[in-house]
């Protein structure tokens, strides 16, 4: 058996990662349903392990210690990115389409709950395998797995990444489909022209010879990375002595909650004042590194023995919650406007709300390429799938969590 310390871990955790890459660079299906390379790599190590297991043989020890830093550095670059001044963009539609996806995150939990029931199995595997892992993915997930273990839900991180990538694949499959039979059914189409050309000349990135575009220095570029860096690092010291205050308050939230809302903070300060000028896009890089970086390692410690006993309830809660999912639809379809841009908000929706805003992105690409542009629906639905649904569910979650009988 080899023993690994927290580096050797994170290095192994690199290595995963690209093999997770090179797999979806030589198979087409992954790429179409978006699955993401760290879980990918991930799942091909914890399947070793299983193998291994089977034999009686232990192939490696991890040390994850820095596996919640990772997460906790993650979810502190959203709070970061979310800044108050994007909801004065199309900031109405933006509030109702994160009340209906906020309502649909109660009704996933319910319903899952209600499937719980019925197999006779713990009440928060419904909390688990709904919102927790189907709004909110797996970082979402595997963030809130070891508050569901300490609540009786035994193998909730290996529960937590299989409905993840059950729904991803789902979101990126049903979400063009359903909303197609939508338009059809309501008699919409898209833009006059060709919806492949003009989305192209929309989204090409063929830029007009009249516009100049500016290109920071590289000192500039490493003086945003530590601002970003510095900036991160102190909100996640202060909303430490958040997320316990929090806890003395005898509220059972993920680690991350105190960072993320202190990086709120600073980010829409930020705003007001011009103080930091902190860079999204810098802070979205370091971000996402940090995810693809948690991702690889949870996905390696993970036990996939634990799911013995689950794989019916799943498929059932599963089969459930995309055919409610595609049925929402249409009151999202009629409450935000009854137009083509609606319709597209639908598909975006069935993304996120199954799988991650990569699958709601990949979902509005395709309708677009086929029926034309759709602007509207591109500011409204990044900005509720990618920022402000995983607050509201993060705080959804907590109340299950809290307050749901056990």
Same mark, same amino acid.
């Given at each position: 058996?080899?023993?690994?310390?927290?580096?050797?871990?994170?290095?192994?955790?690199?290595?995963?990662?690209?093999?997770?890459?090179?797999?979806?660079?030589?198979?087409?299906?992954?790429?179409?349903?978006?699955?993401?390379?760290?879980?990918?790599?991930?799942?091909?190590?914890?399947?070793?392990?299983?193998?291994?297991?089977?034999?009686?043989?232990?192939?490696?020890?991890?040390?994850?210690?820095?596996?919640?830093?990772?997460?906790?550095?993650?979810?502190?670059?959203?709070?970061?990115?979310?800044?108050?001044?994007?909801?004065?963009?199309?900031?109405?539609?933006?509030?109702?389409?994160?009340?209906?996806?906020?309502?649909?995150?109660?009704?996933?939990?319910?319903?899952?709950?209600?499937?719980?029931?019925?197999?006779?199995?713990?009440?928060?595997?419904?909390?688990?395998?709904?919102?927790?892992?189907?709004?909110?993915?797996?970082?979402?997930?595997?963030?809130?797995?070891?508050?569901?273990?300490?609540?009786?839900?035994?193998?909730?991180?290996?529960?937590?990444?299989?409905?993840?990538?059950?729904?991803?694949?789902?979101?990126?499959?049903?979400?063009?489909?359903?909303?197609?039979?939508?338009?059809?059914?309501?008699?919409?189409?898209?833009?006059?022209?060709?919806?492949?050309?003009?989305?192209?000349?929309?989204?090409?990135?063929?830029?007009?010879?009249?516009?100049?575009?500016?290109?920071?220095?590289?000192?500039?570029?490493?003086?945003?990375?530590?601002?970003?860096?510095?900036?991160?690092?102190?909100?996640?010291?202060?909303?430490?002595?958040?997320?316990?205050?929090? !806890?003395?308050?005898? *509220?059972? $939230?993920?680690?991350?909650? @105190?960072?993320? #809302?202190?990086?709120? =903070?600073?980010?829409? +300060?930020?705003?007001?004042?011009?103080?930091?000028?902190?860079?999204?896009?810098?802070?979205?890089?370091?971000?996402?590194?940090?995810?693809?970086?948690?991702?690889?390692? !949870?996905?390696?410690? *993970?036990? $996939?023995?634990?799911?013995? @006993?689950?794989? #019916?309830?799943?498929? =059932?809660?599963?089969? +459930?919650?995309?055919?409610?999912?595609?049925?929402?639809?249409?009151?999202?379809?009629?409450?935000?406007?009854?137009?083509?841009?609606?319709?597209?908000?639908?598909?975006?929706?069935?993304?996120?709300?199954?799988?991650?805003?990569?699958?709601?992105?990949?979902?509005?690409?395709?309708?677009?390429?086929?029926?034309?542009?759709?602007?509207?629906?591109?500011?409204?639905?990044?900005?509720?799938?990618?920022?402000?649904?995983?607050?509201?569910?993060?705080?959804?979650?907590?109340?299950?969590?809290?307050?749901?009988?056990?």
């Amino acid at each position: 058996m080899i023993q690994l310390d927290a580096v050797q871990t994170i290095a192994f955790g690199g290595l995963t990662l690209f093999a997770g890459y090179a797999l979806c660079r030589a198979i087409p299906v992954l790429r179409r349903y978006n699955l993401p390379e760290p879980v990918v790599g991930g799942l091909l190590v914890a399947l070793l392990v299983w193998a291994a297991h089977a034999r009686d043989t232990t192939l490696f020890e991890l040390d994850t210690s820095l596996k919640v830093p990772l997460m906790v550095a993650f979810f502190t670059t959203l709070g970061i990115n979310a800044s108050l001044r994007l909801l004065r963009v199309s900031g109405r539609q933006v509030m109702i389409f994160l009340v209906l996806a906020s309502l649909f995150a109660v009704l996933q939990n319910l319903v899952g709950i209600g499937v719980a029931w019925l197999f006779d199995l713990h009440p928060m595997f419904g909390v688990l395998a709904g919102s927790a892992t189907l709004t909110g993915g797996p970082a979402t997930g595997m963030a809130f797995a070891p508050l569901f273990e300490k609540a009786g839900l035994q193998g909730a991180e290996t529960l937590a990444i299989t409905a993840a990538m059950a729904g991803i694949i789902c979101g990126g499959v049903v979400g063009g489909p359903a909303i197609t039979v939508l338009m059809r059914r309501f008699g919409i189409s898209g833009p006059a022209g060709n919806g492949a050309a003009a989305s192209a000349g929309a989204g090409s990135g063929e830029a007009d010879e009249t516009v100049h575009v500016h290109f920071p220095s590289e000192s500039a570029r490493e003086f945003d990375a530590l601002k970003s860096i510095v900036v991160l690092l102190m909100a996640m010291w202060l909303g430490a002595w958040v997320s316990q205050g929090f !806890a003395g308050l005898g *509220l059972t $939230l993920p680690s991350y909650i @105190g960072a993320m #809302l202190v990086g709120a =903070v600073v980010r829409n +300060i930020d705003d007001y004042t011009g103080l930091i000028r902190l860079s999204v896009p810098t802070t979205d890089l370091i971000g996402n590194i940090c995810l693809a970086l948690f991702l690889a390692v !949870a996905l390696m410690d *993970l036990k $996939l023995w634990e799911l013995a @006993g689950m794989g #019916l309830p799943l498929v =059932v809660n599963l089969v +459930i919650q995309v055919a409610l999912v595609a049925l929402f639809a249409v009151p999202i379809f009629y409450v935000m406007g009854r137009d083509y841009d609606a319709a597209v908000m639908g598909g975006g929706f069935i993304g996120f709300m199954l799988g991650t805003t990569a699958n709601a992105m990949a979902v509005m690409r395709r309708l677009v390429q086929r029926y034309g542009v759709a602007p509207r629906a591109f500011l409204v639905a990044p900005l509720v799938g990618a920022f402000f649904i995983d607050f509201v569910n993060a705080l959804i979650i907590t109340g299950f969590l809290n307050f749901w009988p056990h």
